[in-house]
């Protein structure tokens, strides 16, 4: 997953839409501890902030180098390079060991890893009882641009590694096996709604950040072409206008099983 986020490590740090604060607060009135959360798949740290103002301490972890390199640094978050070969044993470890982790958090990420391995380790680290992990994402739907941003998504179908159809389904299909908590649960994530101003800069840097847009540059093909960026600029409104945008995000949560 590493070389798929690496080449665009800056421009999807400036580039992605924040999540909604109530969010984080919501997720952590429900864990019993905060002391420590385990965001997983940091990349520039975009959660990882906003998880430490309800925790002692945050362990952000990335299998890209590069994408941590562009991480917002903070007093409570500390950074972890943790290539995909780390051995489970090792990551529990540098969690400080089992039973201790209040949250775990999983931003727009969750479809790249090995689920097996990763939830693994979560059943190891997580606090029993009251640790609570939760795992979410938004894709191309974006209104009141629904129309553009589909045509434009359909261009980047053949480019797209098969594990992001999980995103691009919203999590529907992605395997979760918590305990519900009232929050989304396996089969039946619960809908977010992100909303934030954009600018068309702000727009075209977040597709030049999409995994399929880069990896169509590398094969020859240029998804963001000079006609496709222009029609995209009139259909927005004009290069100068600040949209009101709302992304169409979706969050499983959930608790360890009693078998668990």
């Known amino acids: 997953m590493a070389g798929l986020f690496g080449k665009q490590a800056a421009v999807y740090a400036e580039a992605r839409p924040t999540y909604p604060k109530d969010l984080f607060a919501k997720l952590a009135a429900l864990t019993a501890h905060h002391r420590l959360a385990w965001d997983v798949g940091t ?48 990551l529990v470890a540098a969690l400080g060991g089992e039973d201790g982790v209040d949250l775990i958090t999983v931003a727009e990420a969750a479809h790249w890893f090995d689920l097996p391995a990763f939830y693994g380790v979560a059943r190891r680290v997580l606090r029993r009882p009251g640790g609570v992990i939760a795992v979410w994402g938004y ?19 053949p480019y797209w590694d098969p594990r992001a159809r999980h995103a691009m389904d919203g999590y529907v299909n992605l395997p979760f096996p918590f305990d519900d908590i009232g929050l989304g ?34 094969q020859g093909v240029d998804l963001l072409s000079e006609p496709v960026v222009k029609e995209m600029e009139q259909e927005w409104g004009g290069a100068s206008l600040i949209r009101k945008v709302t992304f169409k995000a979706f969050l499983l949560a959930g608790t360890l099983r009693a078998d668990d």
């Open 139 to 157: 894709n191309y739907r974006m209104s009141p641009v629904e129309d553009m941003m589909a045509r434009f998504y359909r261009t980047t179908v």
């Open 185 to 218: 649960r396996e089969g039946e994530p619960t809908s977010l709604d992100m909303e934030q101003e954009m600018s068309f800069e702000g727009l075209i840097g977040m597709l030049s950040s999409w995994s399929a847009v880069t990896t169509a540059k590398q």
């Open 43 to 90: 990349g520039s740290g975009q959660a990882a902030i906003d998880v430490a103002e309800h925790y002692d301490g945050v362990v952000a972890t990335d299998v890209s180098a590069e994408q941590l390199r562009h991480a917002a640094p903070h007093p409570k978050v500390r950074y972890l390079h943790t290539p995909d070969a780390v051995p489970g044993d090792d």
